[in-house]
């Protein structure tokens, strides 16, 4: 039988699938490189590859026009003086201080706020983001080991993802993301409560994760009916997770909800194709934008139903859910760059290929340049980018959102279902003719 030659199995670890005949080795250099120690150290990488772009902000501040024109953005760092972050955790959960975020993320970014505190404005900015970038570092590792435990995820697309590295120090997204990251890879390793208690906490942080506990409830509920004794545990401890959260500020409902307040009635911003008819002067009504982003939901619903109800093997959960957060992601009202990280956990553990993974931050690399080209020439228009570019980026952006999801349809299909079994039977190509008898594939047992 002639022989396909395969890659070698050292190169799985870099995002090459084993070849057919491939066996991936217990105790080869794919293992070793997939250890803990190695993954901690490529997100250490990360970090520094993250603190490397801001280095110029960290000279002159977050003041003024230099975080756009040098473009070393932070909500981070303009939270410090935007949102008096000095005074502390307890003047959150008194009330006293407002942070305009979810209630976990506030209330960790107002603990390190206080704790980090300092004379100038500038120092406390400073010391507020390498806390944040150390603090970066851990969840980063935590969810690459994690992520690691899943068959079939790739976790070197955590720690080493382009994306990752623009976008873990732009904003206060990577507390939800891990979270939610964790959440997921305890419900598949089948421990709901955990999975509960973990997605509870992510949901207080943003809100995508409810994405994820709505695709995994479908899952359950179409795919996988053994899997049903776990819906009580999971929604238990996601009570439990959100309770924990708001019962510190219950003296104060209104901090509970101000994040999602001030969405409802923000109206649409850069990021959002909602946004577009505004850049020639025609603005979306506020009412029909939150509207369209209530649709994006609907639609992100339609799509999971359609893939789980088609004819074929199980959905994978991974691949359903990057699909589900990658189609709110591009109709809600709000999508920062910053959002961006959401997709890149999901994309993990879904086994998306690195091509496909590369293709997509190169995407979203063009479209985080000219998104601060277009909010720098707003102030100096000699200086920025054009409304029509700014629009083009927009729509390369979508693209290669659409294309990262589209590459997790293969996962959820079951095309990558390995060769020889009922679901993906080997190509008839380079083989002998086939014979009748034991040998046959698959086996003919039958006489004439």
């Known amino acids: 039988m002639p022989h396909t030659p395969s890659p070698p ?65 932070s909500d981070l760092a303009t939270a410090v003086g935007a949102d008096n972050l000095g005074r502390g955790l307890a003047a959150y959960l008194s009330g006293d201080l407002d942070v305009r975020q979810p209630p976990l993320t506030a209330a960790v970014m107002s603990l390190i706020g206080g704790v980090t505190d300092a004379p100038t404005l500038l120092t406390a900015q400073q010391a507020l983001v390498i806390t944040w ?13 994690r992520v690691a435990t899943v068959p079939g995820a790739d976790p070197t697309q955590v720690v080493l993802s382009p994306v990752a590295a623009l976008t873990v120090l732009v904003s ?58 776990d819906l009580r545990p999971l929604a238990l401890g996601a009570l439990g997770g959100v309770v924990a959260v708001a019962l510190p500020l219950a003296w104060h409902p209104g901090t509970i909800i101000s994040a999602w307040r001030a969405w409802w009635a923000a109206g649409t911003s850069l990021g959002s194709p909602w946004h577009v008819p505004s850049l020639v002067g025609t603005a979306v009504p506020d009412p029909l934008a939150v509207a369209l982003s209530v649709l994006g ?19 994978s959960l991974a ?56 909010v720098n020439g707003l102030v100096e228009h000699t200086k920025g980018l ?12 979508l693209a290669g959102i659409a294309w990262l999801a589209r590459a997790a349809v293969p996962s959820i299909s079951g095309r990558h279902a390995p060769t020889g079994t009922l679901d993906r039977l080997p190509s008839a190509c380079g083989k002998p003719p086939p014979v009748v008898g034991d040998a046959a594939y698959p086996p003919v047992t039958e006489g004439p």
């Not at 970038?133 to 851990?138: I, K, M």
Request: aromatic letters at 8%.
């Open 9 to 73: 199995a050292h190169l799985a670890w870099a995002g090459g699938p084993l070849g057919r005949y491939a066996v991936r080795s217990a105790r080869g250099i794919d293992r070793r490189l997939l250890g803990a120690g190695p993954l901690v150290v490529a997100a250490l990488a990360c970090v520094l590859v993250a603190l490397l772009r801001l280095q110029s902000c960290f000279a002159t501040g977050w003041s003024g026009r230099t975080p756009t024109t040098r473009m070393c953005p």
């Open 133 to 145: 970038a150390v603090l970066a570092v851990v969840l980063l590792g935590l969810m690459a080991v």
């Open 172 to 229: 206060p997204d990577l507390l939800g993301v891990a979270l939610a990251t964790l959440g997921l890879v305890a419900w598949l390793r089948r421990r709901a409560a955990l999975a509960g208690v973990l997605l509870g906490l992510a949901v207080m942080a943003r809100t995508y994760p409810l994405v994820l506990l709505a695709v995994m409830v479908a899952v359950v509920l179409v795919r996988d009916p053994q899997r049903r004794p």
């Open 297 to 315: 939901w609907v639609a992100a619903a339609f799509v999971v139903a359609l893939l789980l109800t088609r004819r074929g093997p199980a959905p």
């Open 319 to 374: 691949g359903l859910a990057l699909v589900a957060v990658a189609i709110v992601l591009v109709t809600g009202t709000a999508a920062p760059p910053g959002a961006s990280l959401w997709l890149v956990p999901l994309a993990a553990l879904a086994g998306v290929r690195w091509r496909d993974h590369l293709v997509w931050a190169a995407c979203e690399g063009a479209y985080f340049v000219a998104h601060w080209l277009f």
């Open 386 to 397: 054009p409304a029509g570019w700014y629009a083009v980026f927009l729509l390369v952006r």
